[in-house]
Protein backbone atom coordinates (compact mmCIF):
# COMPACT_ATOMS: atom_id res chain seq x y z
CA UNK A 1 0.00 0.00 0.00
CA UNK A 2 1.47 3.60 -0.76
CA UNK A 3 1.40 6.10 1.81
CA UNK A 4 -0.09 9.27 2.05
CA UNK A 5 0.88 12.54 3.29
CA UNK A 6 -1.22 15.83 2.26
CA UNK A 7 -0.09 18.92 3.08
CA UNK A 8 -2.86 21.35 5.38
CA UNK A 9 -5.66 22.06 3.07
CA UNK A 10 -5.19 25.21 1.01
CA UNK A 11 -7.87 26.76 -0.25
CA UNK A 12 -6.13 29.33 -1.75
CA UNK A 13 -3.64 26.84 -3.99
CA UNK A 14 -6.14 24.91 -4.62
CA UNK A 15 -8.57 27.91 -6.47
CA UNK A 16 -5.24 28.85 -8.31
CA UNK A 17 -4.56 25.06 -9.17
CA UNK A 18 -8.19 24.60 -10.26
CA UNK A 19 -8.52 27.88 -12.23
CA UNK A 20 -6.22 26.88 -15.47
CA UNK A 21 -3.40 29.39 -15.06
CA UNK A 22 -0.87 26.83 -14.28
CA UNK A 23 -1.71 24.83 -17.34
CA UNK A 24 -1.49 28.18 -19.42
CA UNK A 25 1.87 29.15 -17.43
CA UNK A 26 3.02 26.04 -18.23
CA UNK A 27 2.35 26.34 -22.02
CA UNK A 28 3.50 30.10 -21.96
CA UNK A 29 6.57 29.22 -20.49
CA UNK A 30 7.38 25.89 -21.94
CA UNK A 31 7.47 23.78 -18.96
CA UNK A 32 8.11 23.48 -15.31
CA UNK A 33 8.23 26.73 -13.19
CA UNK A 34 8.05 28.03 -9.39
CA UNK A 35 5.26 30.08 -8.44
CA UNK A 36 5.60 33.17 -5.84
CA UNK A 37 2.83 34.44 -3.38
CA UNK A 38 4.29 37.51 -2.10
CA UNK A 39 0.82 38.25 -0.12
CA UNK A 40 1.55 35.48 1.92
CA UNK A 41 5.08 36.77 2.60
CA UNK A 42 3.58 40.04 3.83
CA UNK A 43 1.00 38.27 6.17
CA UNK A 44 4.01 35.98 7.62
CA UNK A 45 6.02 38.83 8.43
CA UNK A 46 3.19 40.56 10.00
CA UNK A 47 2.13 37.74 12.07
CA UNK A 48 5.87 37.62 13.46
CA UNK A 49 5.63 41.55 14.15
CA UNK A 50 2.30 41.30 16.18
CA UNK A 51 3.64 38.29 18.06
CA UNK A 52 6.44 40.91 18.66
CA UNK A 53 3.85 43.49 20.12
CA UNK A 54 1.64 41.32 21.74
CA UNK A 55 4.15 40.52 24.37
CA UNK A 56 5.29 43.64 24.47
CA UNK A 57 8.55 42.95 23.31
CA UNK A 58 10.81 45.69 20.97
CA UNK A 59 11.98 43.55 18.20
CA UNK A 60 12.87 43.47 14.65
CA UNK A 61 12.52 40.48 11.51
CA UNK A 62 15.39 39.98 9.72
CA UNK A 63 14.20 37.91 6.61
CA UNK A 64 16.75 34.90 6.18
CA UNK A 65 17.65 35.60 2.84
CA UNK A 66 19.42 32.08 2.00
CA UNK A 67 16.30 30.50 2.64
CA UNK A 68 14.75 31.48 -1.49
CA UNK A 69 16.81 33.24 -4.17
CA UNK A 70 13.70 35.28 -5.48
CA UNK A 71 13.72 39.40 -6.08
CA UNK A 72 9.61 39.42 -5.31
CA UNK A 73 10.31 38.50 -1.19
CA UNK A 74 13.18 40.43 -0.95
CA UNK A 75 11.07 43.77 -2.26
CA UNK A 76 8.72 42.96 0.43
CA UNK A 77 11.44 43.59 2.90
CA UNK A 78 12.59 46.82 1.32
CA UNK A 79 8.35 47.53 0.92
CA UNK A 80 7.82 47.33 4.69
CA UNK A 81 10.86 48.00 6.55
CA UNK A 82 11.92 44.03 7.29
CA UNK A 83 15.34 43.81 8.00
CA UNK A 84 17.28 41.61 5.85
CA UNK A 85 19.92 38.81 7.00
CA UNK A 86 22.75 38.37 4.09
CA UNK A 87 25.45 35.80 4.00
CA UNK A 88 27.17 36.22 1.04
CA UNK A 89 28.21 39.20 -0.81
CA UNK A 90 25.48 38.29 -3.74
CA UNK A 91 23.09 38.19 -1.01
CA UNK A 92 23.75 41.79 0.09
CA UNK A 93 23.86 43.04 -3.18
CA UNK A 94 20.42 41.81 -4.26
CA UNK A 95 18.87 43.29 -1.03
CA UNK A 96 20.64 46.94 -1.40
CA UNK A 97 19.73 46.51 -5.10
CA UNK A 98 16.36 45.67 -4.16
CA UNK A 99 15.90 49.00 -2.37
CA UNK A 100 16.48 47.13 1.37
CA UNK A 101 19.22 50.11 3.75
CA UNK A 102 22.31 48.94 4.45
CA UNK A 103 21.20 49.75 8.01
CA UNK A 104 18.48 47.27 7.60
CA UNK A 105 20.84 44.17 6.94
CA UNK A 106 22.50 41.39 9.31
CA UNK A 107 25.52 39.72 7.74
CA UNK A 108 26.01 36.40 9.02
CA UNK A 109 27.65 33.30 8.42
CA UNK A 110 31.66 32.34 9.04
CA UNK A 111 34.55 33.88 8.02
CA UNK A 112 33.33 36.39 5.64
CA UNK A 113 35.69 37.89 3.12
CA UNK A 114 37.00 41.07 3.60
CA UNK A 115 35.40 42.72 0.85
CA UNK A 116 31.87 41.57 2.02
CA UNK A 117 33.25 43.36 5.37
CA UNK A 118 34.43 46.47 4.12
CA UNK A 119 30.70 46.99 1.86
CA UNK A 120 29.03 45.95 5.45
CA UNK A 121 30.72 48.41 7.23
CA UNK A 122 30.36 51.08 4.56
CA UNK A 123 26.58 50.51 4.75
CA UNK A 124 26.00 50.73 8.51
CA UNK A 125 25.24 47.16 8.86
CA UNK A 126 24.81 44.82 11.91
CA UNK A 127 27.77 42.32 11.68
CA UNK A 128 27.38 38.92 13.24
CA UNK A 129 31.08 37.97 14.08
CA UNK A 130 31.91 34.34 14.15
CA UNK A 131 35.31 34.29 14.83
CA UNK A 132 38.78 36.50 16.73
CA UNK A 133 40.22 36.79 13.84
CA UNK A 134 37.17 37.75 11.85
CA UNK A 135 37.00 40.47 14.63
CA UNK A 136 40.20 41.72 14.32
CA UNK A 137 40.14 42.29 10.59
CA UNK A 138 36.82 43.78 10.82
CA UNK A 139 39.17 46.40 13.20
CA UNK A 140 41.56 46.76 10.98
CA UNK A 141 39.22 47.82 8.05
CA UNK A 142 40.11 51.59 8.87
CA UNK A 143 37.11 52.48 6.73
CA UNK A 144 36.21 55.70 8.60
CA UNK A 145 33.36 54.34 10.25
CA UNK A 146 32.44 52.31 12.67
CA UNK A 147 31.91 48.38 12.58
CA UNK A 148 28.15 47.81 14.42
CA UNK A 149 28.71 44.41 15.56
CA UNK A 150 27.15 41.18 17.34
CA UNK A 151 29.27 39.27 18.64
CA UNK A 152 27.91 35.29 18.13
CA UNK A 153 28.08 32.97 20.83
CA UNK A 154 28.75 29.04 19.97
CA UNK A 155 25.51 27.72 21.62
CA UNK A 156 27.24 25.33 25.16
CA UNK A 157 24.15 22.89 24.02
CA UNK A 158 25.18 22.08 20.35
CA UNK A 159 28.45 21.19 21.07
CA UNK A 160 29.48 20.33 17.75
CA UNK A 161 28.49 23.42 16.13
CA UNK A 162 31.30 24.94 13.83
CA UNK A 163 29.75 28.68 14.23
CA UNK A 164 29.93 30.86 17.37
CA UNK A 165 32.74 32.21 20.30
CA UNK A 166 32.85 29.89 23.02
CA UNK A 167 32.95 31.34 26.98
CA UNK A 168 37.05 32.89 26.92
CA UNK A 169 36.66 33.96 23.04
CA UNK A 170 33.67 36.11 24.24
CA UNK A 171 35.47 36.91 26.94
CA UNK A 172 38.69 38.32 24.49
CA UNK A 173 36.25 39.15 22.19
CA UNK A 174 34.49 41.93 24.64
CA UNK A 175 37.76 43.26 25.38
CA UNK A 176 39.17 43.94 21.93
CA UNK A 177 35.75 46.00 21.31
CA UNK A 178 36.13 48.03 24.78
CA UNK A 179 40.03 48.84 23.72
CA UNK A 180 38.66 49.58 20.06
CA UNK A 181 37.35 52.42 20.55
CA UNK A 182 34.82 54.30 18.00
CA UNK A 183 36.42 51.93 15.19
CA UNK A 184 33.32 49.60 17.10
CA UNK A 185 29.74 49.74 17.73
CA UNK A 186 29.21 46.52 19.95
CA UNK A 187 25.38 46.47 19.80
CA UNK A 188 25.06 42.43 21.53
CA UNK A 189 25.05 39.29 21.26
CA UNK A 190 23.88 36.73 18.29
CA UNK A 191 23.19 32.74 18.02
CA UNK A 192 21.71 30.61 15.63
CA UNK A 193 20.48 26.88 16.51
CA UNK A 194 19.88 24.06 14.79
CA UNK A 195 16.30 22.25 15.27
CA UNK A 196 13.08 23.86 16.12
CA UNK A 197 13.06 23.42 20.25
CA UNK A 198 11.57 26.67 21.80
CA UNK A 199 13.13 25.97 25.46
CA UNK A 200 16.76 25.79 23.78
CA UNK A 201 16.59 29.23 22.44
CA UNK A 202 14.65 30.89 25.72
CA UNK A 203 17.35 29.85 27.66
CA UNK A 204 20.23 31.15 25.30
CA UNK A 205 18.37 34.08 24.97
CA UNK A 206 18.59 34.62 28.77
CA UNK A 207 22.11 34.21 28.83
CA UNK A 208 22.65 36.57 26.31
CA UNK A 209 20.67 39.01 28.13
CA UNK A 210 23.05 38.72 30.81
CA UNK A 211 26.12 38.81 28.54
CA UNK A 212 24.53 42.20 27.77
CA UNK A 213 24.48 43.47 31.23
CA UNK A 214 28.29 42.56 31.47
CA UNK A 215 29.50 44.14 28.32
CA UNK A 216 27.53 47.57 29.44
CA UNK A 217 30.10 47.49 32.82
CA UNK A 218 32.67 47.98 29.74
CA UNK A 219 31.28 50.78 28.54
CA UNK A 220 30.10 48.90 25.17
CA UNK A 221 26.12 49.34 23.85
CA UNK A 222 24.94 45.90 24.09
CA UNK A 223 21.40 46.53 23.56
CA UNK A 224 19.94 43.92 21.56
CA UNK A 225 20.39 40.02 20.84
CA UNK A 226 19.35 37.99 17.87
CA UNK A 227 18.00 34.55 18.14
CA UNK A 228 18.47 33.85 14.66
CA UNK A 229 16.01 31.56 12.45
CA UNK A 230 14.80 27.80 13.35
CA UNK A 231 10.64 28.64 13.51
CA UNK A 232 9.26 25.76 12.15
CA UNK A 233 7.12 25.58 9.57
CA UNK A 234 3.91 22.99 9.93
CA UNK A 235 3.34 21.55 6.67
CA UNK A 236 1.21 18.77 7.69
CA UNK A 237 -1.78 17.71 10.24
CA UNK A 238 -0.34 15.62 13.28
CA UNK A 239 -2.41 12.81 12.87
CA UNK A 240 -0.98 11.98 9.12
CA UNK A 241 2.91 12.72 10.18
CA UNK A 242 2.30 9.99 13.43
CA UNK A 243 0.83 7.57 11.33
CA UNK A 244 3.36 8.00 8.01
CA UNK A 245 6.15 7.64 10.66
CA UNK A 246 4.91 4.38 12.28
CA UNK A 247 4.38 2.85 8.60
CA UNK A 248 6.52 4.13 6.35
CA UNK A 249 9.56 1.52 5.55
CA UNK A 250 11.55 0.72 2.19
CA UNK A 251 8.92 -0.89 0.50
CA UNK A 252 7.18 2.34 0.18
CA UNK A 253 10.04 3.88 -1.73
CA UNK A 254 11.58 3.27 -5.51
CA UNK A 255 14.62 0.77 -5.37
CA UNK A 256 13.77 0.05 -1.48
CA UNK A 257 15.29 2.94 -0.48
CA UNK A 258 15.56 3.26 3.32
CA UNK A 259 14.54 6.16 5.64
CA UNK A 260 14.32 6.37 9.12
CA UNK A 261 12.36 9.08 10.96
CA UNK A 262 15.59 11.07 12.22
CA UNK A 263 16.03 11.73 8.12
CA UNK A 264 13.28 13.59 7.52
CA UNK A 265 11.91 17.68 8.57
CA UNK A 266 9.98 17.63 11.12
CA UNK A 267 7.02 18.20 8.80
CA UNK A 268 4.18 18.57 11.38
CA UNK A 269 5.11 20.97 14.41
CA UNK A 270 2.64 21.86 17.18
CA UNK A 271 4.18 25.15 17.58
CA UNK A 272 5.11 26.77 14.72
CA UNK A 273 6.06 29.95 13.04
CA UNK A 274 5.14 33.10 14.92
CA UNK A 275 3.76 31.12 17.70
CA UNK A 276 7.14 29.62 17.81
CA UNK A 277 7.89 32.77 18.56
CA UNK A 278 5.14 33.60 21.24
CA UNK A 279 6.53 30.67 23.07
CA UNK A 280 9.67 31.63 23.30
CA UNK A 281 9.05 34.81 24.61
CA UNK A 282 6.65 33.36 27.03
CA UNK A 283 9.25 30.58 28.47
CA UNK A 284 11.68 31.50 31.28
CA UNK A 285 15.11 31.04 30.91
CA UNK A 286 16.76 28.04 32.56
CA UNK A 287 12.82 27.22 33.72
CA UNK A 288 13.41 29.34 36.13
CA UNK A 289 12.33 33.17 37.02
CA UNK A 290 10.51 35.52 34.74
CA UNK A 291 9.54 35.16 31.42
CA UNK A 292 11.73 35.55 28.89
CA UNK A 293 9.86 38.82 27.56
CA UNK A 294 10.01 39.92 30.84
CA UNK A 295 13.60 39.62 31.18
CA UNK A 296 13.84 41.51 27.42
CA UNK A 297 11.80 44.42 29.18
CA UNK A 298 14.32 44.53 32.17
CA UNK A 299 17.19 44.69 30.65
CA UNK A 300 16.19 47.05 28.03
CA UNK A 301 17.27 44.68 25.28
CA UNK A 302 15.50 44.18 21.62
CA UNK A 303 15.38 40.78 20.15
CA UNK A 304 16.04 40.54 16.89
CA UNK A 305 15.19 37.14 14.77
CA UNK A 306 16.48 35.93 11.29
CA UNK A 307 13.34 33.80 10.30
CA UNK A 308 13.78 32.13 6.66
CA UNK A 309 11.79 29.19 6.14
CA UNK A 310 8.93 30.35 8.41
CA UNK A 311 8.31 33.83 6.19
CA UNK A 312 8.31 31.81 3.17
CA UNK A 313 5.29 29.44 4.39
CA UNK A 314 2.91 28.53 1.71
CA UNK A 315 4.42 31.53 -0.33
CA UNK A 316 4.98 29.32 -3.06
CA UNK A 317 5.32 26.12 -5.03
CA UNK A 318 6.93 24.32 -7.40
CA UNK A 319 4.95 23.07 -11.03
CA UNK A 320 6.58 20.36 -13.22
CA UNK A 321 5.40 18.86 -16.53
CA UNK A 322 4.96 15.63 -17.16
CA UNK A 323 6.89 14.02 -19.67
CA UNK A 324 6.16 10.15 -19.45
CA UNK A 325 4.94 7.54 -17.47
CA UNK A 326 6.44 3.98 -17.06
CA UNK A 327 5.75 0.75 -15.29
CA UNK A 328 7.27 -1.37 -12.53
CA UNK A 329 5.68 -4.19 -11.11
CA UNK A 330 3.09 -2.38 -8.42
CA UNK A 331 3.65 1.00 -9.35
CA UNK A 332 5.21 3.40 -11.75
CA UNK A 333 7.71 5.84 -12.25
CA UNK A 334 6.30 9.67 -13.49
CA UNK A 335 9.69 11.46 -15.23
CA UNK A 336 8.64 15.59 -14.84
CA UNK A 337 10.34 18.34 -17.04
CA UNK A 338 12.92 19.11 -13.93
CA UNK A 339 15.45 17.66 -11.43
CA UNK A 340 15.61 16.47 -8.24
CA UNK A 341 17.77 19.79 -7.78
CA UNK A 342 14.86 22.05 -7.52
CA UNK A 343 13.51 20.23 -5.03
CA UNK A 344 16.49 20.70 -2.47
CA UNK A 345 15.88 18.04 0.38
CA UNK A 346 17.61 15.14 -1.52
CA UNK A 347 20.56 17.41 -0.48
CA UNK A 348 20.39 15.79 2.85
CA UNK A 349 19.69 12.56 1.07
CA UNK A 350 16.29 12.99 2.70
CA UNK A 351 12.70 13.54 0.73
CA UNK A 352 10.39 16.47 0.93
CA UNK A 353 7.32 14.48 1.99
CA UNK A 354 4.51 17.00 1.39
CA UNK A 355 1.99 15.21 -1.45
CA UNK A 356 2.36 16.68 -4.88
CA UNK A 357 -0.89 17.06 -6.46
CA UNK A 358 -1.38 16.31 -9.93
CA UNK A 359 -3.38 18.36 -12.33
CA UNK A 360 -4.94 16.57 -15.45
CA UNK A 361 -3.46 18.75 -19.01
CA UNK A 362 -6.47 20.30 -20.14
CA UNK A 363 -9.12 18.70 -21.71
CA UNK A 364 -7.89 15.22 -20.32
CA UNK A 365 -10.39 13.49 -17.98
CA UNK A 366 -9.11 13.41 -14.24
CA UNK A 367 -9.21 9.73 -13.78
CA UNK A 368 -8.32 6.73 -15.16
CA UNK A 369 -8.44 3.72 -12.57
CA UNK A 370 -6.44 5.39 -9.54
CA UNK A 371 -5.07 5.38 -6.85
CA UNK A 372 -2.21 4.94 -8.74
CA UNK A 373 1.26 4.50 -6.82
CA UNK A 374 4.45 6.39 -8.33
CA UNK A 375 7.81 7.74 -7.77
CA UNK A 376 8.88 10.77 -9.39
CA UNK A 377 11.91 10.89 -11.42
CA UNK A 378 13.97 14.26 -12.92
CA UNK A 379 14.62 14.34 -16.35
CA UNK A 380 18.19 13.15 -16.44
CA UNK A 381 20.49 10.75 -16.57
CA UNK A 382 21.42 9.84 -12.80
CA UNK A 383 19.88 7.19 -11.19
CA UNK A 384 19.56 8.91 -8.09
CA UNK A 385 18.12 11.88 -9.54
CA UNK A 386 14.04 11.34 -8.38
CA UNK A 387 11.93 14.12 -7.25
CA UNK A 388 10.63 11.63 -5.05
CA UNK A 389 11.38 8.12 -3.99
CA UNK A 390 8.12 7.51 -2.33
CA UNK A 391 5.60 5.96 -4.16
CA UNK A 392 2.96 8.06 -4.04
CA UNK A 393 -0.63 7.71 -4.18
CA UNK A 394 -1.76 9.56 -7.27
CA UNK A 395 -5.46 9.56 -7.73
CA UNK A 396 -5.52 8.41 -11.27
CA UNK A 397 -2.67 7.40 -13.36
CA UNK A 398 -0.42 10.60 -15.05
CA UNK A 399 -0.14 11.44 -18.35
CA UNK A 400 2.63 13.01 -20.59
CA UNK A 401 1.51 17.10 -20.33
CA UNK A 402 -0.18 16.50 -17.11
CA UNK A 403 1.48 18.98 -14.28
CA UNK A 404 2.30 17.89 -10.68
CA UNK A 405 2.58 20.58 -7.86
CA UNK A 406 4.59 20.52 -5.20
CA UNK A 407 3.16 22.67 -2.23
CA UNK A 408 4.74 25.10 -0.03
CA UNK A 409 8.31 24.81 -1.45
CA UNK A 410 9.46 28.36 -1.19
CA UNK A 411 11.37 27.80 1.70
CA UNK A 412 14.68 26.34 1.02
CA UNK A 413 13.53 23.64 -1.49
CA UNK A 414 12.79 25.39 -4.61
CA UNK A 415 15.93 27.03 -5.74
CA UNK A 416 19.18 25.97 -3.13
CA UNK A 417 20.80 23.70 -5.26
CA UNK A 418 19.59 24.75 -8.98
CA UNK A 419 21.62 24.55 -11.52
CA UNK A 420 21.22 23.69 -15.60
CA UNK A 421 22.20 20.23 -15.54
CA UNK A 422 21.91 18.78 -18.97
CA UNK A 423 21.73 22.03 -20.11
CA UNK A 424 18.18 21.77 -19.46
CA UNK A 425 16.77 25.60 -18.14
CA UNK A 426 16.14 26.36 -14.42
CA UNK A 427 12.86 27.00 -13.71
CA UNK A 428 11.51 30.44 -14.25
CA UNK A 429 9.63 31.62 -10.95
CA UNK A 430 6.45 33.71 -11.80
CA UNK A 431 4.91 35.74 -9.20
CA UNK A 432 1.18 35.96 -8.55
CA UNK A 433 -0.33 38.65 -7.62
CA UNK A 434 -4.17 38.28 -6.49
CA UNK A 435 -4.45 34.97 -5.86
CA UNK A 436 -7.24 35.37 -3.45
CA UNK A 437 -9.89 36.82 -6.45
CA UNK A 438 -10.13 40.05 -4.55
CA UNK A 439 -8.85 41.50 -7.86
CA UNK A 440 -8.17 39.57 -11.50
CA UNK A 441 -4.87 37.27 -10.95
CA UNK A 442 -2.01 38.47 -12.66
CA UNK A 443 1.35 37.33 -13.20
CA UNK A 444 4.97 38.33 -13.67
CA UNK A 445 8.68 37.08 -14.08
CA UNK A 446 10.46 37.43 -11.03
CA UNK A 447 13.41 39.57 -10.98
C1 LIG B 1 22.48 32.61 11.13
C2 LIG B 1 21.19 32.11 10.56
N1 LIG B 1 20.08 32.86 10.73
C3 LIG B 1 18.89 32.45 10.24
C4 LIG B 1 18.75 31.26 9.55
C5 LIG B 1 17.39 30.89 9.02
O1 LIG B 1 16.88 29.73 9.58
P1 LIG B 1 15.39 29.27 9.27
O2 LIG B 1 15.18 29.33 7.81
O3 LIG B 1 15.31 27.89 9.81
O4 LIG B 1 14.48 30.20 10.00
C6 LIG B 1 19.89 30.45 9.35
C7 LIG B 1 19.78 29.17 8.64
O5 LIG B 1 20.70 28.45 8.42
C8 LIG B 1 21.14 30.89 9.89
O6 LIG B 1 22.24 30.15 9.72
Not at 56 to 74: C, L, S
Not at 115 to 138: K, P, T
Not at 320 to 347: A, P
Amino acid sequence: MALTLPAHPDPLAERLHTSGLLQELAHGLGGGFHYLLPERFDANLAAFRTALADADVEGRVYYAKKANKAAAFIDRCAASGAGVDVASPGELREALGHGVRGEDLVVTGPAKAQALLRVAVQQGALISVDALDELDRLLALGTGRPARVLLRRHPPAQPRSRFGLDDAQLHEALTRCAAAGDAVRMEGFSFHLSGYDVQPRTDLAGELVGLCLKARVLGLQADRISIGGGFAVDYVPADAWTAFLAEQGPGHYHGEKAFTAADFYPYHSPVAGPAALRAVLAARPGGEGTSLAEQLRQAGVMLLLEPGRALLDRAGSSVFRVQGVKDREGYGIVTVDGTSLSLSEQWFDSEYLPEPRLLPAPGRPAGDGGPFPACVGGASCLDSDLLTWRKIPFPARPHAGDLIVYPNTAGYQMDSNESPFHELPLPPKVVIDHPDGSHRPRWRLDR
